[in-house]
Nanobody, 128 residues
Framework: QVQVVESGGGLVQPGGSLRLSCMVS????????MAWFRQAPGKEREGVSC????????YYRDSVKGRFVISRDNGKNTLYLQMNNLEPEDTATYYC?????????????????????RGKGTQVTVSS
């Protein structure tokens, strides 16, 4: 049974930083592209960042480029999202998402791809 647990969210002032973590169990972690999605109240879910099996391909939505860094540790079955220079518009619940096994995603299709959200998410609030 696949289990996904996100952590690291919280309340931070604009310009601050947070590091999100996502621990995954129940699957062969490095067989899967992983991604972070987010959803703000009243808005649709949107892709934030995506990382390939061994971190050779990394994609970001335009609004977070230069501020967020995605990474993964396959030895620990853990996905990370380092978020710097946070803005109020980043306020949302952040979810860790699992791609389809052994499927590669491209920069033009990962946001609309068939990633599966399995966890409860972690809340990020950026406010002064």
């Amino acid at each position: 049974q696949v289990q996904v647990v996100e952590s690291g969210g919280g309340l931070v002032q604009p310009g601050g930083s947070l590091r999100l973590s996502c621990m995954v169990s129940g699957l062969t972690f490095d067989d899967y592209y992983m991604a972070w999605f987010r959803q703000a109240p009243g808005k649709e879910r949107e892709g934030v960042s995506c990382i390939s099996w061994s971190s050779e391909s990394i994609y970001y939505r335009d609004s977070v480029k230069g501020r967020f860094v995605i990474s993964r540790d396959n030895g620990k079955n853990t996905l990370y999202l380092q978020m710097n220079n946070l803005e109020p518009e980043d306020t949302a619940t952040y979810y860790c998402a699992v791609g389809r096994r052994l499927r590669a995603y491209m920069e033009f299709d990962w946001m609309e791809g068939d990633f599966s959200i399995r966890g409860k998410g972690t809340q990020v609030t950026v406010s002064s």
